[in-house]
């Protein structure tokens, strides 16, 4: 990071600054005008500010002022005359990192933004830090799971949530699409806007381009009153099209044409309307398969898939079933006013066998059917479980269920003790080099 705005209107002064701080392998951009510099100013910019202090216009010390109100984190650094100084210590009291007096020399200025660059650049890296840890907290409260699957998932959708880059999301039915689009809406910069979801293989052939974008009153048969398509609706915020591929060949056209020109015609107006949202797109399959049955636009989908999201099905996560499962008996228990009852080891084991085609969403219909069972407890997953798992072919081998099984005790244990490893060697009557060679192995750590 060694970017560097210089403003002042003496074209000599800049020219040999600018000079001296490409030697010393800065990056210079300078201008005349504070007013055009400051269009140049974000809250992200990575770099510092030098400039003179009185300069028509805008002088110094009002850019300085317009700068704090941007980000006051950035370091600004004061070309002053001699008998500008006390102008300048109150700049400095204002906010200002430091200045440096005309006639100047070279090498302090380029001591000078040094400094400033290494305190900008730990200020965005902390900000970044910050934002990384608030969203890693966000999203563990709506994607469970610790495997490392769901932790790389967790850890792209907390990286690309914060931009406004389409999204395509696609995985297996049942697989928790709309969930992630939830929680990539909530910790994005559109959290303040609207959130509508719309399952386009729910939505009748004549009904999709109305109910997309919208129409007057009179646009067609039935259309008696003026109608907002979801396009429209979104305005500000994110829209979710689940099931894309069931959306049909017309309408795509029509929604591609809707993103490359951020506007929409209602059936029956002819005044374009601007739009302007965040689309998240969902589907089943993978979207070649899709484009190559006639079913997805290639034109559409490179619109679409600036970012690609891949959800893994839950038979490869099976060390999430037991902290999923016990999140949604927990839930369900709190719906219902009921007791959530733990699992043994042999209802645990029948969880381990079982491949979950209908994968997260399975999972959930089989915890609250378990809570509303009125069988003994150690009996509900044999009789509950869909096709007879315990008398199917294991989706997991003995070892590897004996593995997760052991997994699951000691990430219980962590969170029942709150990470203490003394109360977790004591709990599980382990030696801590064991307790520790076991944590490794599986990926689990105190802290989670």
Same mark, same amino acid.
């Given at each position: 990071?060694?970017?560097?705005?210089?403003?002042?209107?003496?074209?000599?002064?800049?020219?040999?600054?600018?000079?001296?701080?490409?030697?010393?392998?800065?990056?210079?951009?300078?201008?005349?005008? @504070?007013?055009?510099?400051?269009?140049?100013?974000?809250?992200?910019?990575?770099?510092?500010?030098?400039?003179?202090?009185?300069?028509?216009?805008?002088?110094?010390?009002?850019?300085?002022? !317009?700068?704090?109100?941007?980000?006051?984190?950035?370091?600004?650094?004061?070309? #002053?005359?001699?008998?500008?100084?006390?102008?300048?210590?109150? @700049?400095?009291?204002?906010? @200002?990192?430091?200045?440096? &007096?005309?006639?100047?020399?070279?090498?302090?200025?380029?001591?000078?933004?040094?400094?400033?660059?290494?305190?900008?650049?730990?200020?965005?890296?902390?900000?970044?830090?910050?934002?990384?840890?608030?969203?890693?907290?966000?999203?563990?409260?709506?994607?469970? *799971?610790?495997?490392?699957?769901?932790?790389?998932?967790?850890?792209?959708?907390?990286?690309?949530?914060? #931009?406004?880059?389409? /999204?395509?999301?696609?995985?297996?039915?049942? =697989?928790?699409?709309?969930?992630?689009?939830?929680?990539?809406?909530?910790?994005?910069?559109?959290?303040?806007?609207? +959130?509508?979801?719309?399952?386009?293989? #729910? /939505?009748?052939?004549?009904?999709?381009?109305?109910?997309?974008? $919208? !129409?007057?009153?009179?646009?067609?048969?039935?259309?008696?009153?003026?109608?907002?398509?979801?396009?429209?609706?979104?305005? *500000?915020? =994110?829209?979710?099209?689940?099931?894309?591929?069931?959306?049909?060949?017309?309408?795509?056209?029509?929604?591609?044409?809707?993103?490359?020109?951020?506007?929409?015609?209602?059936?029956?107006?002819?005044?374009?309307?601007?739009?302007?949202?965040?689309?998240?797109?969902?589907?089943?399959? !993978?979207?070649?398969?899709?484009?190559?049955?006639?079913?997805?636009?290639?034109?559409?989908?490179?619109?679409?898939?600036?970012?690609?999201?891949?959800?893994?099905?839950?038979?490869?996560?099976?060390?999430?079933?037991?902290?999923?499962?016990?999140?949604?008996?927990?839930?369900?228990?709190?719906? +219902? $006013?009921?007791?959530?009852?733990?699992?043994?080891?042999?209802?645990?084991?029948?969880?381990?066998?079982?491949?979950?085609? *209908?994968?997260?969403?399975?999972?959930?219909?089989?915890?609250?059917?378990?809570?509303?069972?009125?069988?003994?407890?150690?009996?509900?997953?044999?009789?509950?479980?869909?096709?007879?798992?315990?008398? @199917?072919?294991?989706?997991?081998?003995?070892?590897?269920?004996?593995?997760?099984?052991?997994?699951?005790?000691?990430?219980?244990?962590?969170?029942?003790?709150?990470?203490? /490893?003394?109360?977790?060697?004591?709990?599980?009557?382990?030696?801590?080099?064991?307790?520790?060679?076991?944590?490794?192995? +599986?990926?689990?750590?105190?802290? &989670?």
């Amino acid at each position: 990071m060694t970017k560097v705005i210089l403003v002042d209107d003496e074209q000599s002064v800049r020219d040999s600054a600018r000079q001296w701080l490409e030697l010393s392998d800065f990056d210079v951009t300078d201008y005349a005008d @504070a007013r055009i510099a400051l269009k140049n100013i974000t809250p992200d910019y990575a770099g510092i500010v030098l400039t003179d202090v009185k300069m028509p216009g805008m002088d110094g010390l009002a850019f300085q002022k !317009h700068i704090q109100d941007i980000d006051p984190h950035i370091p600004v650094v004061l070309f #002053t005359g001699h008998g500008d100084i006390a102008m300048a210590v109150e @700049a400095i009291q204002g906010g @200002a990192y430091d200045f440096v &007096e005309k006639p100047f020399d070279p090498e302090q200025i380029v001591e000078t933004i040094k400094r400033a660059l290494e305190k900008r650049r730990l200020v965005l890296e902390n900000r970044q830090l910050k934002m990384a840890l608030s969203g890693c907290e966000g999203i563990d409260s709506r994607l469970v *799971g610790t495997s490392p699957s769901m932790r790389e998932l967790k850890k792209e959708i907390t990286h690309i949530a914060p #931009t406004i880059a389409n /999204i395509l999301i696609f995985g297996e039915t049942g =697989t928790g699409k709309e969930v992630i689009a939830r929680a990539i809406h909530t910790l994005s910069t559109l959290n303040k806007g609207p +959130y509508l979801a719309l399952n386009c293989a #729910t /939505i009748p052939v004549s009904m999709a381009e109305s109910e997309l974008f $919208g !129409h007057v009153s009179g646009a067609f048969t039935g259309a008696s009153g003026k109608r907002v398509g979801k396009l429209e609706a979104a305005n *500000g915020g =994110t829209l979710f099209l689940d099931e894309l591929n069931s959306m049909p060949l017309d309408v795509q056209g029509k929604l591609l044409r809707a993103l490359e020109m951020r506007e929409i015609i209602p059936l029956g107006a002819n005044t374009p309307r601007p739009v302007n949202f965040r689309l998240i797109s969902a589907m089943n399959e !993978h979207p070649r398969t899709a484009i190559e049955e006639g079913r997805l636009r290639e034109d559409l989908y490179f619109r679409i898939n600036t970012v690609e999201v891949n959800v893994p099905p839950l038979r490869e996560r099976m060390e999430d079933i037991p902290l999923l499962f016990s999140f949604f008996l927990e839930r369900t228990a709190d719906t +219902y $006013g009921m007791t959530a009852e733990p699992l043994g080891p042999e209802s645990l084991a029948l969880l381990m066998s079982h491949d979950w085609p *209908g994968n997260v969403r399975e999972l959930k219909s089989l915890a609250e059917r378990y809570i509303l069972s009125p069988l003994p407890p150690n009996e509900r997953i044999a009789r509950i479980m869909p096709d007879k798992a315990g008398d @199917a072919t294991p989706a997991v081998g003995l070892r590897e269920q004996v593995s997760l099984f052991e997994r699951h005790l000691i990430q219980e244990s962590l969170t029942r003790n709150g990470g203490s /490893i003394k109360d977790v060697m004591n709990d599980l009557a382990v030696p801590r080099r064991t307790l520790n060679e076991k944590m490794t192995k +599986y990926g689990l750590k105190r802290s &989670e």
